[in-house]
């Protein structure tokens, strides 16, 4: 029996009671390598057992393959395949695995009942909103619906969630890593600067033939550098163009690297794909064919020479370096000083930071750094720097607030308070969190201490809420114990324990509200009681 690891079935369960509970289009975000595929074959086998039909619709053949053989390795259900000349209409086997390209040919799709998938699965779901997977998911119109994708980019979800009722589950990229299901990445800035300024945007990234143009004087250096850093590593190598991949292989085979080149058109792509998987090559160099459906783990090292603007897409081609393998310590990923007027330029940092505050901290100490560094660890100090940054801003804005003595605690002071970042940097995603809070919610904020009228929307609402009954549950500090010693300048309070908090107020109290000597709130941590 296929034993799902703790976060898999988490997601599984997370998905099964979102349906459950009426939301019947839900959204799961795992990260490549993290096994999408595993948790919604274990989610199909779930609704098969209730009788069910299910249909698992991806857009390549690749992806369709590798779902139903990831079916069958996890739960021993076979699938039928509804893409080109095999049909799955009237099959007794009850999971279909389907080309998108098929099944939304008006002809082919009018053959099956409005009622005949009870379950739909998208994989690469940041896909489904395009014209063609829309005809397919509309046919079906009672159906569940869950989309799977690698992509927890905020704007990718804001436009998904035109479609989608809700999230079921995340498993961040920097959690996964930290848990041990993700390769550590070490990322390195390479000083050689190259200018893609004058590149040109089409679809909302930069137009490929312009790179491939801007990358052509740059690429004898770049291969120079590749040989010193990437000897002794199983490296890809993302290019814009067919023809500037070509070139640039040969330049590393002359610069003592063996290398390959796979395209679309290769008519031997799997011989070439094995041969490098078994060690034949050192290098694969594509133009950006190998983001989706290719998995070899013993990948160490990615050189993304196709910048862009898609976080998701710069994810995807990371992410073919982030598996776990026997004997790899570490996923080596080299960034080059791309030289742009935009500051909306994927780098190392749009991997894992949460916001973009702690992307830019990110981003200074890797241009300021010589060497290689741990993406987690930068991810930790820039969120210690924005940090303080953010409390020395409180600490300024309490101090005017301070004669005021207002009762309430505005929200965004709260989080930073008890640095909240998921709370600082919230912004609704889907219908539901944005409308407005209701009634009940705002009693119970303002009845634990929260400023009800900052409150601008149900998702804030509700992300207080869960936050307050956790804290409560873990004894820390109350929103109106922060905000009464906070007034008194003392610093980190949202950390401390509510029985801290507590026993401070009450000696203040004792003292007629005067700091008692010996104390300097700036400094002062609670001690601990044995």
Not at 144 to 166: E, H, M
Request: aromatic fraction near 8%; include cysteine.
């Amino acid at each position: 029996m296929f034993e799902l690891r703790p976060y898999q079935a988490e997601a599984k369960q997370a998905v099964l009671t979102e349906w459950s509970e009426g939301h019947r289009k839900t959204l799961l975000v795992l990260c490549t390598g993290l096994g999408k595929t595993i948790v919604f074959s274990s989610v199909a086998e779930h609704q098969v057992n209730l009788g069910h039909r299910v249909l698992i619709m991806a857009h390549r053949g690749e992806l369709l393959t590798q779902a139903a053989d990831k079916l069958k390795l996890v739960t021993g259900l076979d699938a039928v395949f509804e893409q080109g000349s095999s049909r799955s209409i009237d099959s007794f086997l009850p999971v279909t695995v389907g080309s998108v390209q098929s099944l939304s040919q008006e002809k082919r799709l009018a053959s099956f009942p409005y009622d005949y998938f009870q379950d739909i699965i998208v994989d690469e779901a940041h896909h489904c909103l395009s014209d063609s997977y829309q005809r397919v998911l509309e046919h079906f119109p009672q159906a569940n619906i869950l989309g799977v994708t690698a992509t927890p980019d905020r704007g990718d979800k804001q436009t998904l969630g035109q479609f989608f009722d809700s999230q079921a589950y995340e498993y961040s990229m920097s959690k996964a890593i930290r848990e041990g299901y993700l390769s550590p990445v070490k990322a390195r800035m390479i000083p050689l600067k190259v200018d893609i300024s004058k590149a040109g945007v089409t679809g909302g990234d930069y137009n490929a033939a312009d790179i491939g143009c801007a990358l052509e004087p740059y690429l004898m250096q770049i291969a120079k550098v590749m040989a010193e850093y990437c000897r002794g590593r199983k490296t890809v190598v993302f290019l814009p163009l067919i023809a500037t991949s070509r070139k640039f292989c040969q330049m590393l085979n002359d610069n003592g690297l063996r290398s390959a080149e796979v395209n679309g058109n290769s008519e031997n792509r799997s011989e070439i794909l094995t041969d490098f998987e078994q060690g034949r090559y050192d290098v694969l160099c594509n133009s950006m064919l190998l983001t989706e459906g290719w998995d070899c783990p013993a990948v160490d090292c990615v050189v993304v020479l196709r910048p862009t603007k898609v976080r998701s897409l710069y994810q995807q081609m990371v992410g073919r370096g982030m598996r776990l393998s026997p004997g790899k310590t570490e996923l080596l990923l080299l960034d080059f000083l791309w030289l742009t007027e935009r500051h909306d330029l994927c780098k190392p940092s749009s991997l894992i930071a949460r916001n973009e505050k702690i992307a830019e901290a990110m981003d200074a100490q890797m241009a300021e750094s010589p060497e290689e560094f741990d993406l987690i660890e930068a991810e930790e100090q820039a969120e210690q720097d924005v940090l303080k940054e953010r409390e020395d801003a409180l600490a300024r804005e309490l101090a005017l607030m301070r004669s005021k003595k207002k009762k309430l605690v505005d929200p965004i002071q709260y989080a930073l308070s008890i640095a909240a970042e998921d709370l600082a940097g919230y912004e609704p995603t889907f219908p539901w969190e944005m409308g407005p809070p209701s009634e009940k919610q705002l009693a119970f904020l303002e009845r634990r201490g929260i400023f009800p009228n900052a409150v601008e929307n149900a998702g804030l609402a509700s992300l207080l809420i869960d936050r307050l009954k956790r804290r409560q549950e873990e004894g820390l500090a109350t929103p109106k114990q922060i905000r009464c010693l906070e007034r008194f300048g003392f610093r980190q309070v949202g950390t401390w324990q509510f029985a801290d908090a507590n026993r401070l107020i009450s000696r203040l109290a004792v003292n007629r509200w005067c700091i008692p000597r010996g104390i300097n709130p700036a400094i002062y941590v609670p001690r601990k009681v044995v």
